[in-house]
Structure formats: C-alpha cells, structure tokens
C-alpha cells in the first residue's frame, strides 16, 4: 500500500477513551458491514457475494461497459467455485480496444522459465491446466451508443470445482480492506508477529480462526511491500509537515495584517517546529458576544497525513445552527496541550470563559477542563457515547445487544439521579458487564452525561439532531483531500464565513393556540425559537395547575393521576422555577411554567424569559466593545424597541396603504441610522446571556 503524501488525509478518532492502544473505535456507518447490521457479523458474511441470484451468461447478452461485464463473470465464477482473469485484448485504430477474451483462472499453460542463478530454487507447480471456460466480448455502436455484447462463452470445465468455504481462498477474492490494512500497519508497528496480527483481527471481527477474508500469508506479503514504502513515505512526510506548518504560519501572520480582528497563536517544540497553532477571527469573536453562553469543542477528526489534532470550537445561534468560534490544530493529545488550546481560545474571546463546554470522551480535555475552566460546566454530547456503543458491546453482547442498546437509551433521559443509579446496576446486572472496562469508563464520567445530572446545565439546544447535522455540514465543507494546510485553512475561512454570515430569511410563524403570550412571543423570538415555545405554549393546554399548601403549584397532564412537575411562582420577582428545568436547561419555558403564568392571567412573559441569544435582534447586537466596558442598562432599551416595533406592527397590517408606507419609512430610517457617526467612547454594551466572567 502505497502512501500518499500530496494529500491531505482527515479520518475519525479511532483510538478508544479507554485508555487501552489495542482498543479502537469503528464507528456505526463507516462501513458497508456496520450499515447492514447492528452488531458485529462474520467476515465471511460481510464479504460474501450479494444474495440476489446470477443468471448463466449467453452469446448476444448485452453489457454497457466490458468492466460491467467483468464483475458479472466474477460474482458468477465465485458462485460457481471458480474464478476468472483477463486474457488478450484487440485494439482498432477506430474503435479502440473491441474485443476483450475473460477466462479461467486455470486456462492455458505456464510457460518455462529460465530458473534463478540460485543455489536451492523454488519448484512452483503451476495452476493452469489447458482449462476452456471462457467468456469473449467485442464491442459494437447502436444507435451511437457503445455497447458490448458476449460474442463467445464456454462453461467447460477440465478440473474439478471448488466449495464455497474453497473458493474464497482464491487469489482473485482474497482482498485486505483499507481498514484492515491501517489496522495491520499499526500493529506491525506495535512489534506484533503476523501470526498474532491475524488472531487479534479474528478476535475483533468476531469471526472463527481461518474465516477471515484474507490467509496469513496475505498479511504477510502486504506487511513486507510496505515496510520500505512506509519508510521513504516517513521521511518525506516529516519534511513535508514542517514546511506546511511553516507556510500556515505565515498565513496566519499574513491575515493578521491584512485583517487587525483575526487572531492567531502558537507554540514550538523544543526543535524550534512549529508545535500547535490555534486561530479564529473578528466576527467569531464578535458572535462568541452573545452565543457564546454554551460552546461545543469537538476533537472527532485527526490528519494522518500530519498527525494533527483537528479541534473546533462551536456555538449556537439564534436559529439554531452551528457558528463558527475557533479553530486549533494539535500534535498531540495530552491534557497540556488540551489546557493550552482552552487558554488560547479564552483569551482570544477576550477572557470570557463559556457557561458550559460540550465535548467528546477524553481523559485529557477533561483534566484541562477541570483546570483551565474552573467555573464551567462540562457535559460529554450523548452522541458521541451512542457512536461508541457497537464497537464497545456488540461483539460481548451478540444478539443481546439491540435489547441493551434501547435499554440503554431509556438510562441516558431518566430524570431522576436515583432512577438512573438503580436503572444503570440493573443493566449491569443483566447483561453481565460488571467487570466490562467500557462500562466502567461511562460510569466514571456520569456526572457528564446522563440527563438527570445535566438537566440544569445550560446548553441551549445544542444536543438535538438538527446540532448535530449543521456540524456534519461544516465538517464536509472543510475536510477534504487538499494538498496542504494553506488550501485547509482557507477552506476553514470560507466555511466559518458560511456559518457566521446572519440568517435574514427567516420564516413566517403561524399563531396557533390565540393566546396573548403566543403573540407576544411571536414578535420577539426567532422563527426556531418561537417554534420551540409555540410547541411547549400548545401542549401546555392539556395540563392542569394545582395549588400546593406552601404555596407552590402541582403541574401535570389533565389524564395523569401522579407525578407531574412542581412549579414555584413569586409575583413579587415575576420568577418561576420549574423543577424539570427546561428555561436553564435551554433558555425556553417549558409547558408547565407556561401553563401556570396562563392561570396567573399572564398575557406577556416578563422580559428576562426572552433571552438574547433567541432574539430576533440579537444578530445586530453583535457590537465591538471597547476595553472599558461601558455599562448601560440593555433592558430599557430593549423594552422600549419592543413595545414600538410591536405596536408598529399591528398597526401597519390593517392595510396595504400602511403597511406600504411603514415599510418605506422604516428602510429609509435604517439607512439614516446606519450613516450616523459612532462615537466609539459611548459604546453600547449589551451584556451577553449566561457568559461568565473569568
């Protein structure tokens, strides 16, 4: 396998939190085998042929291509107990190659060969017996369509045919996958014999001792023609990442002049290299303002082609998407790297440390967490526990696995901690996972995960799936086979610009339930963020508030006869908590507090339940603030521009007329405002949502 190292090349973590260097991650999807099946299968059945049935083939079937025509002759070989090889070819000075002759692998005689000037030569029988199976195709053009047609075929045999458990052993379908072959290497490389290199793949996939879809002696050969490439490949990789690094750099350095806002930082190894170089610029810095109350740093991707660490800071904007923060690539994984990536992205935002951070499992980051990020709170994203599950406990687990994966589901949203103490020691107990290294990685880090233990951390919907998409779609934007650092960093420019760029297309809500509060709302909020209330707002019909003897109020569904959520209102504050957390947990009301203001004849929510971070407005709020920080009272200004603009609104539906005039009005206002001078020593300063001060 030869390397290549032109390209670029970004691959997933593989290997596990736990600690152990012969434990990795094969994550659900990356391959054919893993998409067909949620637990480990054989290799022989992940690599058999497809089930439908192949057909004999016959003079004058028609093909689209002579390589079409090849993989039908092969997976009709395979069925067969043999297989085939390409013979002679004819060529036309008009048609190109017409004629294209498949045989059997066994077809013709070997011919003699001067034997090796050697003391001991080897005596190699030959496989080929004279054998007359064949397949002839010859191209013609139909309609000035290319086509090819079976202009021959014999389907004699003059040897005996093989098995299916034979047949596999064949040269011509014994194939190591690039997977394999990575994983071969990295043993290889451990110091392991290829004896032991073919048990632990055995082991891993699961599958009986001689079932692998390759012999020993494949993996032998394959570690031999790479030992020399892998060596050269070294030496022009390490160049090759110096230089790279070198030229990112003075990129860096470049745009710093050209832009005063984008920042960049970096360190060298004691060989004066360039080590870990971390950047972000002037608009992410500017959003991290106002979104930057709860932050993703997702650590999943890694350069093989530069053993670089990719990590990306992310939050989440008032339309739910993923915003660009920062960006850090890292040699290593150690938790001292990981503190000074965390310290150089705090002060990039200008010393503002995030409420919550959200990453992957790591012993490292969470060290330098804990150490970098003293008042932050840390929360593991469920999706990176759930991407782990198979390659953790499908091959223990077997066909047990589906049951422990749904009950396991059920674990991660129980409310309560004592519920998902006792739930977690009876899963344990059933599946027979107590001595399991994987579980007790999980349960060591359950303060970070499960929903009873974060449900009062603030992470602003990050968690939902859409999250999760919008970051697949940076990440594709950005990870592909560039020939250098310079072409990946400014792809990263382009994509951060992509993600930071405002969402002025915003979508029409419809009012549904006709209460005041929706309406209210509806003028305030963000399209995604009155969605998410206006959702809470219609199924808070269904519930009842009952009045509690402290003082407090029961609220639960009108066809429930237990449970239910206490809810504590104090009118003199205008504050309500309600025990299932949700207005911490992401900055929205949920249906029980919104069901109890309803009772309390509550036609406006009072305003600190309008956050921010899901106002319409919080995209112009992305103001520079200078180093003094002038304080001014955001809330006025708020109030007031909320009480006009809603008032201006009403009033300008009534007609066509008006709302014409209000609307040529208001354009020219804006750009009357936005030609006025700033006078730079009175800045606003509208303090961000949820940002602690470190």
């Given at each position: 396998m030869a390397m290549k190292p032109s390209n670029n090349i970004w691959i997933r973590r593989q290997q596990c939190p736990c600690g152990d260097w012969k434990c990795y991650i094969k994550y659900e999807g990356d391959d054919q085998a893993s998409a067909n099946s949620q637990f480990v299968k054989s290799?022989?059945?992940?690599?058999?042929?497809?089930?439908?049935?192949?057909?004999?083939?016959?003079?004058?079937?028609?093909?689209?291509?002579?390589?079409?025509?090849?993989?039908?002759?092969?997976?009709?070989?395979?069925?067969?107990?043999?297989?085939?090889?390409?013979?002679?070819?004819?060529?036309?000075?008009?048609?190109?190659?017409?004629?294209?002759?498949?045989?059997?692998?066994?077809?013709?005689?070997?011919?003699?060969?001067?034997?090796?000037?050697?003391e001991h030569p080897r005596d190699r029988k030959s496989v080929r017996c004279g054998c007359d199976a064949k397949l002839y195709l010859t191209k013609e053009i139909v309609d000035g369509v290319t086509q090819w047609y079976v202009s021959q075929f014999s389907n004699v045999h003059n040897h005996e045919l093989l098995e299916d458990d034979?047949?596999?052993?064949?040269?011509?379908?014994?194939?190591?996958?690039?997977?394999?072959?990575?994983?071969?290497?990295?043993?290889?490389?451990?110091?392991?014999?290829?004896?032991?290199?073919?048990?632990?793949?055995?082991?891993?996939?699961?599958?009986?001792?001689?079932?692998?879809?390759?012999?020993?002696?494949?993996?032998?050969?394959?570690?031999?023609?790479?030992?020399?490439?892998?060596?050269?490949?070294?030496?022009?990789?390490?160049?090759?990442?110096?230089?790279?690094?070198?030229?990112?750099?003075?990129?860096?350095?470049?745009?710093?002049?050209?832009?005063?806002?984008?920042?960049?930082?970096?360190?060298?190894?004691?060989?004066?290299?360039?080590?870990?170089?971390?950047?972000?610029?002037?608009?992410?810095?500017?959003?991290?303002?106002?979104?930057?109350?709860?932050?993703t740093f997702d650590t999943t991707y890694r350069s093989i082609t530069y053993g670089l660490l990719l990590g990306v800071w992310f939050g989440i904007d008032n339309h739910g998407k993923a915003i660009f923060f920062g960006c850090v690539l890292l040699q290593d994984e150690t938790s001292q790297s990981f503190a000074w990536a965390l310290q150089t992205f705090v002060r990039f935002m200008r010393g503002r440390c995030p409420q919550t951070i959200l990453t992957d499992i790591d012993s490292g980051l969470r060290d330098a967490i804990t150490s970098e990020l003293t008042n932050t709170k840390h929360v593991i994203c469920l999706w990176h526990i759930l991407s782990k599950l198979s390659s953790w406990f499908s091959l223990p687990l077997g066909p047990q696995y589906m049951d422990f994966k749904s009950q396991f589901d059920i674990l991660c949203h129980l409310e309560?901690?004592?519920?998902?103490?006792?739930?977690?020691?009876?899963?344990?107990?059933?599946?027979?996972?107590?001595?399991?290294?994987?579980?007790?990685?999980?349960?060591?880090?359950?303060?970070?995960?499960?929903?009873?233990?974060?449900?009062?951390?603030?992470?602003?919907?990050?968690?939902?799936?859409?999250?999760?998409?919008?970051?697949?779609?940076f990440f594709k934007r950005i990870l592909s086979a560039q020939t250098c650092l310079q072409a990946f960093f400014d792809q990263v420019g382009v994509a951060a610009s992509l993600a930071n760029q405002s969402r002025e297309n915003m979508q029409y809500m419809h009012i549904k339930t006709c209460m005041p509060i929706e309406e209210h709302a509806q003028?305030?909020?963000?399209?995604?963020?009155?969605?998410?209330?206006?959702?809470?707002?219609?199924?808070?019909?269904?519930?009842?508030?009952?009045?509690?003897?402290?003082?407090?109020?029961?609220?639960?569904?009108?066809?429930?006869?237990?449970?239910?959520?206490?809810?504590?209102?104090?009118?003199?504050?205008?504050?309500?908590h309600c025990a299932c957390k949700e207005f911490e947990h992401s900055g929205l009301l949920c249906r029980h507090s919104l069901r109890l203001l309803a009772v309390k004849n509550y036609f406006q929510l009072p305003d600190k339940y309008f956050p921010l971070r899901w106002r319409k407005e919080s995209s112009s709020s992305l103001i520079t603030m200078d180093d003094h920080n002038t304080q001014i009272n955001s809330d006025e200004y708020s109030q007031a521009f909320h009480s006009l603009a809603a008032t201006l609104l009403t009033e300008s539906l009534v007609s066509k007329e008006r709302f014409d005039y209000v609307h040529k009005e208001l354009t020219g206002l804006l750009d009357h405002v936005r030609n006025m001078p700033v006078v730079e020593e009175v800045a606003l300063n509208i303090a961000p949502n949820n940002i602690d001060e470190s």
């Open positions: 290799e022989t059945s992940s690599t058999s042929l497809p089930s439908e049935v192949v057909f004999t083939p016959y003079v004058g079937q028609i093909f689209k291509s002579d390589d079409e025509a090849f993989e039908y002759y092969s997976n009709f070989a395979r069925k067969n107990g043999f297989s085939i090889r390409k013979a002679r070819s004819t060529e036309s000075q008009n048609l190109g190659i017409y004629r294209r002759d498949f045989v059997c692998y066994r077809s013709g005689f070997n011919q003699p060969r001067k034997k090796a000037n050697v034979q047949v596999r052993l064949l040269p011509a379908y014994r194939k190591i996958q690039e997977a394999d072959q990575e994983r071969i290497l990295l043993l290889s490389k451990a110091g392991f014999p290829v004896n032991r290199i073919v048990r632990v793949l055995e082991t891993e996939k699961g599958v009986q001792p001689g079932q692998l879809p390759f012999i020993e002696k494949d993996v032998r050969n394959f570690v031999r023609t790479c030992k020399k490439t892998v060596q050269e490949n070294d030496a022009l990789l390490t160049e090759k990442r110096e230089n790279d690094t070198l030229e990112l750099l003075e990129s860096c350095k470049a745009l710093a002049e050209r832009d005063p806002d984008f920042v960049y930082d970096f360190t060298m190894d004691p060989n004066d290299k360039v080590e870990n170089i971390a950047w972000s610029y002037g608009n992410s810095v500017h959003a991290y303002s106002v979104f930057g109350d709860v932050v309560s901690i004592d519920d998902f103490e006792h739930q977690w020691r009876h899963l344990v107990a059933q599946f027979g996972l107590g001595s399991d290294k994987h579980i007790g990685l999980l349960y060591s880090y359950r303060a970070s995960w499960p929903f009873s233990c974060i449900r009062g951390y603030f992470l602003a919907r990050m968690m939902t799936s859409d999250f999760s998409k919008s970051l697949d779609m003028s305030i909020l963000t399209p995604y963020a009155f969605n998410v209330l206006q959702h809470e707002m219609v199924l808070s019909l269904q519930y009842e508030a009952r009045e509690m003897a402290n003082g407090s109020y029961l609220v639960r569904h009108y066809k429930k006869m237990d449970g239910g959520c206490l809810v504590i209102w104090m009118p003199e504050e205008e504050q309500i």
